[in-house]
């Protein structure tokens, strides 16, 4: 029997932005601009950047993702909290209650948001034509064994089927790091 | 039956120097100033800094740990190994053949090594009895299984038994992080 595989995506620090905030940051009726689509439909890297100012220090440059979202959320590693000096929970996205906040600036202004820093916590994209071959559904945890020097198997993984997903592997830079996994590399899920 | 418990330590980058790097960087007869004892029996860090220059970036202010050891190494995240611009290979200490090297600048002069970085590969120290009691001998590769929402286990862990060594699980930050691990948590070997 074939295994069931999945592409790793590596995610760094980046920001989702609620409409109201895209206008107080950039400029009253701005859109943002598409840098690179994303594996994910719908979704894009952006040009435009911010800065995220925590309590004891800034992440400068922080990559905008789009589209617009309902609520602003920031996406940071555990080592970008130290920066911060923040303690951000691990969480699935949209899960932002009792979260650290930032402020953070654009170009044509500042923004103070109460909650909204997670470090996101692994799981797996997939679309539902995936999650039938691969006999998983919505909200199942499946563990994904890494072969190698930094072998290691992730529990916890969560999986997400939708037909508006595409197939990936999301964990964040020192995830990716601790198992010595590389954009596009390919692991296998465990039920 | 007890569980064959060990104490996390996270290693952040830091740099071992040879006698006569020590005296190139900080000077003729030059001795390392203990600033804090390391869990390792006559392990220290030291008051002592220096910069770590690549083919694409700095790392400023390494810490030196001591004593002197008979080759200088360096011990990065591999996240510090984009900052400097190199890939070094996980390895197990003092394995530096083929690494890449780089520039240590100190406050007295500058050092060129050849090769030498390195992203140390996960290992346990333990005393002798420690592994009298654990069923465990000296180069045995073990599991480390991890609980809690960024759960996981980790694999290929060498175990390193000696009368000269305390009991500790070294892994570096990305890899405490990844795990969702913090300094002194205990964590259980698994055979």
Redesign the interface.
Known sequence: MSKNLVPVGLSNRHIHLSKEDIETLFGKGYELTNFKDLSQPGQYACEEKVDIVGPKGTLKGVRVLGPARGKTQIEI???DGFVLGVKAP?RDSGDLAGSPGAKIVGPKGEVEIEEGIIVA??HIHMHTTDGERFGVKDKDIVKVPVE?????????VLVRVSPNYALEFH?D???G????LKNGNMVEIIK
Chains 1, 2 share one sequence.
């Open positions: 590693s555990m080592s691990v916590a692994r190698g020097k930094r072998g290691l198997i992730f529990d916890n964990i830079l020192e995830e790091n601790a198992a010595g």
